[in-house]
């Protein structure tokens, strides 16, 4: 992986600079979808990670994982 820095002046920055503070708010999201598999063993791939999206989830991992009913012949 090659890093490329492109400089590129803001007049109404000071002294030209811009701000850089929205690259540490990027992290938090995957560290809890993350959480998330590791406490319930299901992929949560948009945020927010709600409540609802969860129970959808885990309840259709639980119908993949549910043994097959044999009818009496």
Same mark, same amino acid.
């Given at each position: 992986?090659?890093?490329?820095?492109?400089? %590129?002046?803001?007049?109404?920055?000071?002294?030209?600079? $811009?701000? &850089?503070?929205?690259?540490? @708010? %990027?992290?938090?999201?995957? +560290?809890?979808?993350? +959480?998330?598999y590791n406490a319930c063993g299901v992929r949560i791939f948009r &945020?927010?990670?709600? $409540?609802?999206?969860?129970? @959808?989830? @885990?309840?259709?991992?639980?119908?993949?994982? $549910?043994?097959k009913q044999v009818e009496p012949a």
């Open positions: 992986m090659e890093i490329l820095y492109l400089e %590129t002046p803001r007049p109404l920055g000071p002294f030209g600079a $811009a701000g &850089v503070g929205e690259a540490p @708010l %990027t992290a938090p999201h995957p +560290a809890i979808l993350n +959480a998330i &945020v927010p990670a709600l $409540a609802d999206v969860i129970k @959808l989830e @885990l309840d259709a991992k639980k119908a993949r994982q $549910a043994p």
